[in-house]
């Protein structure tokens, strides 16, 4: 079922258009900040994990968040060493929960783009689909931009958070979780993501951080062609 699911996502979305955002970097500079780079202070979203935005892990192992109905998807390949990724998460997801997640609009689906040069990045995916199974993915994925990623500082953080940690720890070591980290990577591969941040909106992908207008006006467009049909 998992590889069925995948394979169909794959076929939608590896033969649309690519658009490259006037802010995408070369490959050579993957827009990948130092990992001692990230700011100490913490993106604080209270709606994160609090149950007032639906949330659920996907077969595919992607984090999607919103109205499952909503007629839009916005699939983001991230990272948390990218600078550009925390500058998503700080200006431009609170736009578009406001604007598009919260009156059903968007889907936002999430996944981290692992890379060679920043071994963390498997440990900060794990992270979030172990937190995802307990309905803390999405709280899981803001923490990790403004932490060390390694498991004493993950545990130090959610001490106090409404889930079981026991369960947590058991889920990082558990093969299936590897397969479907390798499953997200074979996807990434797929669609010829090697960048962060990269974007697919109902399909249709872009690469680069937008600013705020550019990213509502392709989401603007995107639902009058919805509507249209």
Known sequence: MQKALLCGLTLMLVGCLSIE????M??????????GEASSSKI???LFGSGAIAERILETGILEIGNREAPLVLLLFTNHSCRYCRQ?????????????IEPGVLRLQVTVLPLQKYPQSRMALTSILCAAHQ???AAMHNLLFSIPINQQSILAEIEEWPMDRDLFRSCQNDPVIGLRIAELESLARSLHVTLVPTFFL???KFVGLPD??????RIETKQREVVGK
Request: charged share 30%.
């Open 212 to 217: 705020a207008a550019e990213l509502r006006g």
């Open 26 to 35: 070369p490959e050579e500079h993957t827009q990948i900040s130092a990992e």
């Open 21 to 24: 955002s006037r802010r995408a």
């Open 202 to 204: 109902n399909g249709e």
């Open 135 to 137: 309905g803390k993915g």
């Open 88 to 100: 998503f998460q700080e200006d431009l997801y609170p736009l578009l929960l406001k604007e598009f």
């Open 44 to 46: 604080v979203f209270p």
